[in-house]
């Protein structure tokens, strides 16, 4: 059985090449996707493939830090569409090799609240 | 030496406890904590630890979902303050029993894009 690092692994690497049969193979039948930010919760394995494959516009993702214990697994990406790049992070519950949980956050820029000037210096927002 | 879920673990309930002395005590002296969505950058563990103590309203953490491996974790909570609760994602770096990198997120509330209702539910928001 695939650890939780490999099943996340090659949930990316399918999604990338948009090998749509690769994809759904790591994903449970009932797998349940969430956008707690939105209210949006997506069921199934069908919908959930589907909801990828129609993604507007010329995308792609780019994994910036992987971290897999049990049946957990936390998944920042760097989201590309559009020239523009947004974070994305996912948190994965795992089980018998096929992603069973996802909670997905989509952070965007905002200006930092005044009052704390004299602690932080700023860096370019990426 | 601690584990990195130790470490996380402590950080979490010394933050929650106000327990300054405690909360500086897993931090490494050069601790860089940055939030990519505003740019900012806080750096070493008396900055960081004022900028906790000194963040205002009357605020709760409540760790959601932790996932901790090697040097790595995650960290997903709900963050209580004024009455109103928002996510916070923070992803670390532990070394030596202390925290090194912070990169955190507070992703907010968003209307969904058009064009996928017929693949979502809409649960609350929350």
Redesign the interface.
């Known amino acids: 059985m695939s650890s939780t690092?490999d099943v996340i692994e090659e949930y990316c690497r399918t999604l990338e090449a948009r090998d749509w049969d690769g994809f759904a193979a790591v994903l449970a039948e009932g797998v349940r996707y969430?956008?707690?930010?939105?209210?949006?919760?997506?069921?199934g394995r069908e919908?959930?493939v589907?909801?990828n494959r129609?993604y507007?516009g010329e995308w792609h993702i780019w994994p910036v830090?992987l971290?897999?214990?049990g049946e957990?697994?936390?998944l920042?990406i760097s989201f590309e569409v559009g020239g523009e790049r947004v974070?994305g992070?996912g948190?994965f519950t795992v089980a018998g090799g096929l992603v069973r949980e996802i909670?997905d956050?989509?952070?965007?820029?905002?200006?930092?609240p005044a009052?704390?000037e004299h602690?932080?210096?700023?860096?370019?927002?990426?």
């Open positions: 690092r969430e956008i707690p930010q939105t209210g949006e919760v997506i069921e919908k959930y589907r909801f129609e507007p830090r971290v897999a214990e957990h697994a936390a920042w974070h992070i948190f909670s956050f989509w952070p965007e820029p905002y200006e930092p009052g704390r602690l932080v210096t700023r860096a370019a927002v990426r």
